[in-house]
């Protein structure tokens, strides 16, 4: 049997022929609204404070209902990031996205959770955990998540 080394890169080929549909709901849908306005806003647990981005109906660590609205910046600290290798299909436009590009956990400021985004700087060598990030948006809001294109470090 011959096993390749750990150095050897295995590849594999997928086809992938699949439909997103998202169902909102009330949280995102109001999530949405702000983001045509340039403004992010997430959901608070009046029991353990935790503030969520994106918001959600329903606190993950209280199952309380969240319904106290609160303010988020479009700026935050990267707290993980990768960058991606091979095109991948955009599940927020459905387009391919072409490789390279790097992509991050944002813990933007006012936020207890992270939000999964694209970032401007695919080069690893520039990118670091802890710096600053700030939301690039689209010119004409629209109200979706694509509303910001990706995110820039400022610092
Ligand atoms: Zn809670």
């Not at 209902?65 to 960058?83: I, Q, S």
């Not at 790097?102 to 207890?112: F, N, Q, R």
């Not at 939301?135 to 998540?145: C, K, S, T």
Request: hydrophobic share 35%; net charge negative.
């Amino acid at each position: 049997m011959n096993i390749p080394s750990k150095k050897e890169r295995i590849s594999v080929t997928i086809e992938m022929d699949q439909t997103w549909r998202y169902a909102s709901g009330d949280a995102m849908e109001r999530f949405a609204g702000g983001l045509k306005e340039r403004r992010i806003e997430g959901l608070k647990c009046g029991s353990c404070e935790r503030r969520y981005l994106p918001p959600r109906p329903v606190c993950g660590k209280c199952n309380e209902r969240l319904t106290d609205w609160v303010p988020v910046a479009d700026t935050g600290e990267l707290v993980a990031w990768t960058v991606m290798k091979l095109p991948m299909l955009d599940g927020r436009t459905g387009e391919i996205r072409e490789a390279p590009y790097g992509m991050g956990l944002i813990l933007l400021d006012g936020a207890d959770t992270t939000l999964n985004h694209y970032l401007v700087e695919s080069d690893p060598e520039k990118l670091a955990i802890g710096q600053r990030v700030k939301a690039v948006w689209r010119d004409e809001l629209r109200g979706a998540m694509d509303d910001i294109l990706h995110f820039e470090v400022i610092s």
